[in-house]
């Protein structure tokens, strides 16, 4: 591959218990040596496009007014600060699994492929059911998908893009022809009720898209960039849960549980790095703004998305936005986005597109896709 200039700073990188609810019916399970995958083929390089989309949402709507009646905030507010008029929540109780398990249903049918043909399931969470087993395998079982391996992918919103990459390579090296990579959050479960500074924010959401290879080099995922700054973890964490501060009433006290957000230095970095890394990506593929048919970025925050359409130079109506609907949903906002896309006609066969994300970290993907169908 031929070497190309670093266009950013930084360090880049491209190119429920009680028992996991098992109402499946008992499966045949393959032999191990027996999954999908040709591992033989290691080290082919082919590329990988996106054929179908599956999203699920679910039903229930929150508006900004619902959660001014909890907490000290207001519908005008939150829109001019955030763009967000409405987001989804589950019911209390709802595991990210089924969100997932529901998105990739959603996908078999548009692609018309049956659970048994997915080889490999990628999900990008860090709302996980549990710490273990990882959501992929909870899905795995979910929809049947009895030939596949997975794995979980926590990089937080910029989750979907590294768990697309990371799919993507699977692809490239010829072992897999059939990858389902998740996005997936349940972020009504980590956030605090009565934080009015997190709680307008965000929503709940699973978005997922199939990787299959082309068979024509000029279509499907062209290159990725990512980056990690781990020195603003501190900016955006949930402190409490892990190794560092294990549950405790203590914890809880301390609603150390939550999502703990300083607001201002994430909004900086992200309105940044978000308009870096997306010019980084055009400018070393040889590519002007200009070129560009759809900007899709991971939806935190309009006044964010808009800054970064904004450096990039790019007319309105290339640059996706759907967080009025459906708030911050973490790692689903770029899938449900690429839904959007499609349903009105933006994202077609041939149409170049960017996706960019920033998220806690931090961490920061840009994904070149020429759109394959
Ligand atoms: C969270 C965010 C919307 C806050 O917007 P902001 O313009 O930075 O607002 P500030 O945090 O400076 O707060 C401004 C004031 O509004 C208040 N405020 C905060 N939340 C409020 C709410 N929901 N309703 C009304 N007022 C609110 C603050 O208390 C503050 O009041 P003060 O000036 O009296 O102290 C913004 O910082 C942001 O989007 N940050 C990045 C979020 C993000 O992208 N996270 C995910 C990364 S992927």
């Known amino acids: 591959m031929a070497e190309r200039p670093d266009a ?7 190119a429920s218990i009680g028992p996991v609810s098992n109402d499946s019916l008992p499966v045949d399970r393959p032999h191990a040596g027996e999954l999908s995958g040709d591992w033989s083929k290691m080290g082919a390089t082919r590329r990988a496009k996106i054929t179908a989309v599956g999203r699920y949402v679910p039903p229930r709507v929150i508006t900004n007014h619902d959660l001014a009646k909890r907490v000290d905030t207001n519908h005008d507010w939150v829109v001019a600060r955030t763009g967000i008029v409405e987001r989804h929540w589950v019911e209390p109780g709802t595991p990210t699994s089924e969100l997932a398990a529901k ?5 078999l049918k548009n692609r018309g492929i049956e659970a048994d043909q997915i080889e490999l399931i990628i999900v990008a969470t860090v709302t996980p059911d549990m710490f273990f087993p990882a959501t992929a395998c909870i899905v795995q079982n979910k929809v049947r998908a009895t030939h596949a391996w997975g794995f979980d992918v926590s990089a937080a919103c910029s989750g979907f893009l590294y768990s697309l990459t990371v799919g993507a390579q699977f692809i490239a090296a010829g072992v897999h022809d059939r990858v389902v990579v998740v996005g997936a959050d349940v972020m009504s479960s980590i956030t ?3 934080d009015r500074s997190t709680c307008v924010l965000f929503g709940d959401a699973a978005g997922a898209v199939l990787l299959e290879p082309s068979d024509d080099e000029e279509f499907g995922i062209l290159d990725y960039l990512h980056e990690v700054d781990g020195s603003g973890g501190e900016f955006l964490h949930m402190p409490a849960g892990g190794s560092l501060n294990p549950a405790s009433h203590e914890t809880v006290d301390k609603k150390m549980h939550y999502v703990h957000q300083d607001g201002q230095p994430v909004f900086k970095y992200a309105v940044r790095k978000m308009g870096e890394i997306s010019r980084g990506i055009l ?3 040889g590519l002007q703004s200009n070129d560009l048919d759809l900007f899709i970025a991971h939806q935190a925050n309009l006044r964010i998305i808009n800054a970064a359409a904004e450096k990039l130079g790019l007319d309105d109506q290339k640059v996706v936005r759907n967080i009025n609907k459906f708030g911050n949903t973490t790692a689903a906002t770029i899938p449900l986005a690429i839904g959007d896309a499609i349903d009105d006609g933006r994202l077609k066969k041939g149409k170049l597109v ?4 920033v998220g806690a970290g931090y961490t920061v993907g840009a994904v070149l896709s020429r759109w394959a169908y």
């Open 283 to 285: 400018q070393r593929n």
């Open 192 to 194: 605090n009720p009565d």
């Open 354 to 357: 960017v996706f960019a994300a």
């Open 103 to 107: 998105a990739v249903d959603d996908l």
């Open 8 to 14: 950013c700073d930084g360090k880049q990188a491209s």
